[in-house]
């Protein structure tokens, strides 16, 4: 027993060391990461040529911010990197601003990186064209401002691009041409500390590359340090020129690959050819021309050295792309197999029915009513029975398989076989009109669950072919499906703006816009999964229309409630869950009939039975007939459920309401109560079930109260009392006082509780 003791002693100690452990390696990664951003700021911050600042602080701090959030540290690190260069207060100043304004933002909605760094970019540029007014106006500084607010936003994105493949700890293709950009651009800044010596300098860079490139491959840091020390570093103007070297090679890449946008290698061209105009440097484009080619040559190399890593990036795209289109291909072929499955039960089931009626039937009817009559019977039940039974076996076969022929030994031997086919013909026709059993309703209702399941596969399917709705591909698909409806798309341009996607349609066509509409949102929904809803319908003239379509705002919902059980019953038999599940909420209340335990267990397993169904995404009426179905096969003749069931579909701001048997449910919106209510019959009683269902439409702000008819039978027996007119006197209270005033309401003025109550309250974000 000691021993056993100490080993669980030891266990509990090495999984707590482990933990540790665990823990520390967390802690020293996320400190890496944030080192390495950290020497990126100080190396960004400084670069410079003869002692003119690159604004790439601004660029870094906007770009970290964005993805990390403000930090004090960063700021503090760019504002003392620019002054160890020069003391720049209008860069200063910009910094303290950015960090400032992400802070205001930090609990609000996440802002737009471009939007925000147009801003900051044209702050600076009527600051620099202030003082460039004030000191007199140059044409050269004009178009240096110009294109330093460019070169920010490019250096903005690039940096973004490689904040990304350090944080997941992965380089694709594109973060892999910024980390190259981001590099040299630190080496600038490097270079400008006068402390270092040369050598220790192509020490310190080599370390850096190296260092920083470990993310992707050793080799390829090697390279590049190899590269970047053949230059040499210490005049101004060749630091310019090597810039200039870095844009032309980014082009080449870019042209080469057609992977890497050449957009920011442009800016770098244009960025140094202006600096070389404004020192008056430009001869160096012909004193240079060799080396000039062999920084292009040398660059692209470098970019190409990372063939091996972006081959196998490219390789596993590539076997993703595949393992999709398999995996999509199996999930329609599952589907395929589940309805020819369910055809081939369903018509196999029915060639049983036929063929699985009672012989001996048959025979007894056969015999009795016709041949006990017949002169000849001691020669054909007596002397030739088996061969007399098998006959009319064969023939009723024939019958059923609406061959309305005798066999041939029945027919050359008897003289009544027309009788026997008529009588036979009658027993089957009876046979096929006997109500079905509950083994036929156990066959359809397992069919109509394979045909669901199959409908699921292939929506399952369709969401993994989904394709990005920015993509040429989505607008040539989406374009193929409305042709066929006979509209056809000119363009379609996609922006985003505050996290809503807006679809700009042009369009030919010559049906009604209350057609195009419907027809264009399906189609998009069905190539991208997106909902959009039509919000702009403009004619600009007789053969075109443009349409805007957006993705609607983002709600959510939360429940509240309150119950009430039957006096002197200790189990209440109404239960109710919500919650979401695949972009929608739900709220559910199950009312079992009486209250107690019994009603309480069958209540609380008709809400569990369609929880699961929501999960799997079942169709919503189908969850409810499936519900139906099995309760009929599991509730006794006297027993059923009252149903509830409330969607708020999240993607189309729709309120679906689905009632069996259930109370009236109330709506509050723009302070307007609307009354829903059902004569439908509880679930569990016909096997033709149909249920009350209605949607409308909902926004941010609206309630929906639902309630047992508990609720509604007490406020109901005291002609003093209306629960609507209650309800409109209370609608502005917060959700949960809604509920609380409700239950006090259908209990006030009453001797005793009679049944049990719940109000379940969602009120829409």
């Known amino acids: 027993m000691l021993q056993s003791t100490k080993e669980i002693r030891g266990t509990k100690n090495y999984k707590s060391l482990y933990n540790f452990f665990l823990k520390l390696k967390d802690l020293i990664y996320v400190n890496l990461q944030d080192s390495i951003y950290f020497l990126i700021c100080i190396c960004l911050s400084r670069s410079s040529i003869i002692g003119q600042l690159f604004p790439c602080s601004i660029a870094f701090l906007c770009a970290y911010y964005y993805i990390k959030g403000p930090s004090i540290v960063a700021l503090l690190l760019s504002v003392f990197s620019i002054i160890s260069v020069k003391l720049d207060v209008k860069y200063i ?81 594109d973060s892999t041409a910024c980390l190259l950009s981001v590099i040299f651009i630190s080496i600038l800044g490097f270079k400008e500390i006068q402390l270092l010596s040369f050598k220790v300098l192509i020490f310190m ?62 800016v770098f061209i244009v960025i140094s050819t202006l600096i070389l105009l404004y020192f008056d440097n430009i001869t160096l ?46 999930l329609n072929n599952l589907s395929s197999a589940i309805n020819e499955l369910s055809s081939a039960y369903n018509s196999f089931g029915n060639i049983n029915k036929k063929i699985d009626f009672d012989i001996e039937v048959s025979v007894n009817n056969v015999y009795g009513k016709i041949c006990l009559n017949c002169p000849q019977m001691k020669k054909c039940w007596r002397q030739n029975y088996n061969k007399t039974y098998y006959a009319i076996v064969k023939t009723a076969s024939n019958i059923v398989k609406n061959k309305n022929m005798a066999d041939g030994y029945l027919k050359n031997e008897c003289e009544n076989y027309k009788e026997i086919i008529k009588e036979i013909y009658i027993t089957v026709k009876n046979k096929e009109n006997i109500v079905e059993t509950t083994e036929d309703k156990n066959n359809n209702t397992f069919l109509s669950h394979l045909k669901e399941t199959s409908s699921i596969i292939s929506d399952a399917a369709k969401e993994i072919q989904y394709i990005d709705i920015k993509s040429k591909e989505a607008k040539i698909n989406i374009n193929e499906i409305t042709i066929k409806e006979n509209i056809i798309i000119k363009n379609i341009e996609i922006t985003e703006m505050k996290n809503i996607l807006s679809a700009i349609v042009t369009i030919s066509t010559r049906k009604t816009m209350s057609d195009v509409c419907p027809i264009i949102t399906n189609a998009i929904n069905a190539v991208t999964g997106i909902y959009m809803k039509c919000t702009e319908k403009i004619v600009s003239d007789d053969k075109y229309f443009i ?44 009312d079992g009939m009486g209250t107690g335990l019994k009603a309480c267990d069958e209540s609380k397993n008709a809400i569990r039975l369609l929880a699961k169904l929501l999960d799997a995404n079942f169709n919503e009426l189908q969850m409810i007939n499936t519900l139906n179905s099995l309760l009929l096969l599991k509730l006794e003749n006297d027993r059923y459920v009252t149903l509830d069931f409330s969607i708020i579909d999240y993607l189309t701001h729709e309120l679906r309401i689905y009632k069996a048997g259930a109370a009236q449910t109330y709506v509050i919106s723009n302070g307007k109560v609307k009354k829903l209510q059902s004569g439908s019959l509880p679930i569990g009683i016909l096997d033709s079930f149909e249920c009350y269902q209605t949607t409308i439409n909902i926004s941010s702000g609206d309630t929906v109260i639902m309630m047992t008819d508990g609720v509604v039978d007490s406020t109901n027996g005291n002609e003093l009392k209306s629960l609507d007119n209650h309800i409109d006197l209370i609608k502005n209270k917060d959700p949960q006082s809604l509920a609380n005033a409700i239950i006090t309401y259908a209990v006030k003025g009453t001797t005793r509780i009679i049944d049990d109550m719940t109000v379940l309250v969602i009120k829409i974000l």
Do not use: H, W
């Not at 205001?104 to 802002?111: A, D, G, P, Y």
């Not at 004193?287 to 196998?312: H, P, Q, R």
């Open 93 to 173: 100043a910009i910094c303290i601003f950015i960090y400032i304004y992400y802070v205001s933002i930090k609990n609000k909605k996440r802002s737009n990186l471009f939007v925000d760094i147009i801003c900051f970019a044209s702050i600076l540029f009527v600051i620099n064209c202030v003082i460039m007014m004030y000191n007199g106006y140059k044409i050269n500084m004009l178009l240096i401002n110009v294109f330093e607010a460019l070169f920010i936003i490019s250096l903005t994105f690039i940096i973004r691009e490689v904040i990304f493949g350090i944080k997941k700890g992965s380089f694709n293709i």
């Open 205 to 266: 860079t080599f370390f850096t590359i190296i260092f920083v490139s470990a993310y992707i491959s050793s080799f390829a840091g090697m390279v590049l340090g190899f590269a970047f020390g053949l230059f040499n570093f210490t005049t101004a103007a060749e630091s310019a020129f090597y810039m200039l070297a870095l844009g032309f090679g980014g082009v080449c890449c870019g042209i080469i690959k057609k992977k890497y946008k050449p957009l920011s290698g442009f």
């Open 285 to 330: 484009y012909k004193d240079n021309i060799k080396e000039l080619g062999m920084a292009i040559i040398v660059y692209t190399i470098i970019s190409f050295s990372f063939n091996d890593k972006l081959n196998k990036f490219s390789s596993v795209n590539n076997f993703n792309e595949k393992k999709t289109k398999d995996v999509v291909v199996k």
């Open 547 to 590: 349409l805007r379509f957006n993705t609607l705002k983002k709600i959510n919902a939360k429940a509240y409630y309150s119950k009430l059980t039957k006096e002197n019953s200790q189990i209440s038999g109404d239960n109710y869950t919500f919650g979401v599940s695949n972009n929608r909420f739900y709220g559910v209340l199950c």
